[in-house]
């Protein structure tokens, strides 16, 4: 069974350039979530997908959108990127039945300059 | 989403349980409660949930008090690599996983 990966793990940017950040979810997995973590915070939930729809989002602008793709793997694209953007981002894949119990990725560390 | 509050920090002595305490007296009828980890420079890690009764597996037991309100989280044997921020959340819908910044747990030697 292989488990949650991210890529790439670490990116620097400069401000007002965008991102694309890939996920691959745990085999079997229908349902991805992204979310935001700044240093010294708990993750902040972005967007979640499931059957190639977003099914919820947090409290993020716009210019953060998604993908999830036919496989279930997933993008996460950041436009205009600010320096409060800096942060890890985590990829979380789950079954639709129990979508609370979410299987972690290791991040991507953004960092905007 | 049921707003949850935790100690900043803990210490635990290796060996012995460590019990992290967890308060949410906001809870509704229908939400759960989940318990999530982080250690150190990866991703969080589910641990467990319930909704009434005490749940135990192979990682920890979560005990919730009758009237909800609050929950205890349960490592029986704590060792070094427990050291990690804990999470307690409440909710149930598809708004996602609400944290907030946890419980601080140092297992110590």
């Known amino acids: 069974e292989t488990g949650v990966t991210q890529s790439p793990t670490h990116l620097i940017k400069t401000r007002g350039q965008q991102v694309t950040l890939r996920c691959s979810s745990q085999?079997?997995?229908?349902?991805v979530s992204w979310y935001q973590q700044a240093l010294g915070q708990g993750p902040q939930f972005i967007f979640q997908?499931?059957?190639?729809?977003?099914?919820g989002r947090g409290n993020f602008p716009p210019r953060f959108s998604g993908l999830q793709f036919p496989n279930y793997s997933s993008e996460l694209n950041v436009n205009a990127l600010e320096l409060d953007d800096s942060a890890l981002y985590l990829c979380?894949?789950?079954?639709?039945?129990?979508?609370?119990?979410?299987?972690f990725g290791p991040g991507t560390r953004l960092t905007v300059l | 989403d049921a707003k949850t509050t935790q100690p900043p920090s803990m210490d635990c002595a290796e060996g012995r349980a460590a019990n992290l305490p967890c308060n949410h007296s906001?809870?509704?009828?229908?939400?759960?409660v989940y318990w999530y980890r982080q250690i150190h420079s990866q991703g969080p890690q589910y641990i467990i949930h319930?909704?009434?009764n005490n749940e135990t597996n192979e990682m920890a037991s979560l005990i919730i008090t009758e009237d909800r309100k609050s929950s205890t989280l349960i490592l029986p044997h704590a060792t070094l690599r427990d050291t990690a921020v804990y999470y307690c959340?409440?909710?149930?819908?598809?708004?996602?996983?609400?944290f907030g910044k946890g419980t601080h747990l140092i297992i110590q030697p």
């Open positions: 997908y499931y059957r190639e729809e977003e099914n």
């Open positions: 319930g909704l009434k």
């Open positions: 959340i409440v909710g149930g819908g598809a708004d996602g996983l609400t």
């Open positions: 979380a894949s789950s079954f639709r039945q129990v979508w609370n119990e979410q299987f």
């Open positions: 906001t809870i509704s009828g229908n939400e759960y």
């Open positions: 085999s079997g997995h229908n349902t």
